[in-house]
């Protein structure tokens, strides 16, 4: 399990007609999807995200405020809209490291929420995409502690795009490409 924590895993559902028996069985496969780590895109981004994983921990925007001032502007007038959910959050973030493993997946739901209005002006030219490092931070996080959690369809599409797009120069893992195909049409047959 050790390495599974970098990884987000989605269960996809595999049909198999058994010709003998004349029956059709339903088995599950794993899809194992690598996270990968968000990289800052400024000098003002890095020294936020070198903060944050120095103390272990994912990238508060409340706490951003407190340690950054000269950035409330900035965060105010690009998050105003959803600034009480970014205080749930924070709360969340509190509780999980005090201890509460529950409040870690309540966090991880408000981020894939949250994620939907990104990227705002304060993400391009101030903060990075912080929304992404908290959603690896918090998968990680899951991952240690054992927690079961799943995603949301559109949040498993995002890993595997930012997976694939690490991954364009090396030669195809066709095992994974068959897995994500198999994912993508049972996506498709509960819309």
Do not use: C
């Not at 739901?109 to 908290?134: D, Q």
């Amino acid at each position: 399990m050790n390495d599974d924590i970098n990884y987000y895993i989605e269960p996809v559902e595999i049909e198999i007609y058994l010709k003998k028996a004349g029956i059709v069985r339903t088995i599950i496969k794993d899809l194992k999807i690598e996270l990968i780590d968000v990289l800052p895109n400024s000098e003002k981004s890095a020294e936020i995200f070198e903060l944050f994983k120095s103390m272990d921990e994912p990238v508060d925007l409340m706490e951003v405020q407190n340690y950054f001032p000269q950035y409330i502007r900035n965060i105010y007038d690009s998050y105003y809209k959803n600034m009480e959910l970014y205080e749930k959050l924070s709360m969340h973030f509190k509780a999980g490291l005090s201890g509460m493993n529950d409040s870690w997946r309540n966090a991880l739901y408000f981020t894939e929420l949250l994620h939907k209005y990104e990227p705002t002006v304060a993400t391009t030219e101030i903060l990075g995409n912080f929304s992404t490092y908290n959603l690896i931070y918090l998968i990680r996080k899951l991952n240690s502690l054992n927690e079961k959690f799943l995603l949301e369809d559109s949040t498993v599409y995002y890993l595997i795009k930012r997976r694939n797009e690490a991954y364009s120069d090396r030669p195809p893992d066709r095992e994974f490409e068959k897995l994500v195909e198999l994912w993508e049409y049972n996506v498709k047959g509960k819309n």
